[in-house]
């Protein structure tokens, strides 16, 4: 079992910057991928970014050359910059291991406006 505990978030000005942050605790050794996905309101949830354990990292078109994900031992952060409107959505951190089996953390909100 994989527990994940997220941090940051909240409310910023279009343009600003944010930080999430994500620590993973039980069978680290498991964990293949970790990464962040997001949910905004009558929307699916969509896959942000992710890194691999080997350190390949995929980016979702919409934040590529503005957000940054970096991965440690056990955590994954999230740096967000050049935030919009339409990055709104409440953020979840995700740790897929190798046997294919998900751990989700509890969802954190950022909130894009003016």
């Known amino acids: 079992q994989v527990q994940l505990v997220e941090s940051g978030g909240g409310l910023v000005q279009p343009g600003g910057s944010l930080r999430l942050s994500c620590a993973a605790s039980?069978?680290?050794?498991?964990?293949?991928?970790m990464g962040w996905y997001r949910q905004a309101p009558g929307k699916q949830r969509e896959l942000v970014a992710h890194s691999t354990r080997g350190g390949n990292t995929y980016y979702a078109d919409s934040v590529k050359g503005r957000f940054t994900i970096s991965r440690d031992k056990n955590t994954v952060d999230l740096q967000m910059n050049s935030l919009k409107p339409e990055d709104t959505a409440v953020y979840y951190c995700?740790?897929?291991?190798?046997?294919?089996?998900?751990?989700w953390g509890q969802g954190t909100q950022v909130t894009v406006s003016s």
């Open positions: 995700n740790a897929r291991r190798f046997s294919g089996d998900s751990s």
């Open positions: 039980g069978s680290i050794s498991s964990i293949a991928v």
